[in-house]
């Protein structure tokens, strides 16, 4: 079964382990070698996978598309010491991570995230799904 990944499952995917600005560390200048966006992206998506990814092998985890989460958008997101800290239970906005081909290098943030109206739909936005463990969808 597949679902779109919490907010906190998004960012923990994204950091791989790291505490930095980016997944990569705290240096914009090497964002180009990770990500798709504004000052390389020729205005456009791309295939996944051309850029290195982040610790964990995963790909495009910051720019080239947004990436809707299943959490509902809310003032503040403080994980805190919860494993899985959940989102508001309702809301006008979903959340997106990852920033697109569209941002700005500080938009890349592996921390940054946006509220977006779930009927909102433009060629910079997509998705990642998450596999969930059967002992989760099987009684």
Do not use: I
Request: aromatic letters at 14%.
């Amino acid at each position: 079964m597949f679902d779109l990944p919490t907010e906190a499952q998004w960012e923990y995917a994204c950091r791989a382990g790291s505490s930095s600005e980016y997944y990569f560390g705290d240096d914009p200048a090497r964002l180009g070698e990770f990500a798709w966006y504004l000052d390389n992206s020729g205005n456009r998506s791309h295939p996944v996978g051309q850029k290195k990814p982040n610790a964990w092998g995963l790909y495009d985890m910051t720019g080239n598309v947004c990436q809707w989460c299943a959490d509902w958008y809310g003032s503040s997101y403080l994980p805190g010491d919860a494993t899985d800290p959940a989102g508001p239970d309702s809301g006008e906005a979903a959340v997106l991570r990852g920033e697109s081909w569209v941002g700005v290098a500080y938009e890349l943030r592996s921390a940054d995230r946006v509220g977006t109206p779930v009927y909102y739909r433009n060629s910079h936005v997509g998705l990642r799904l998450v596999c969930l463990a059967p002992e989760l969808f099987n009684p």
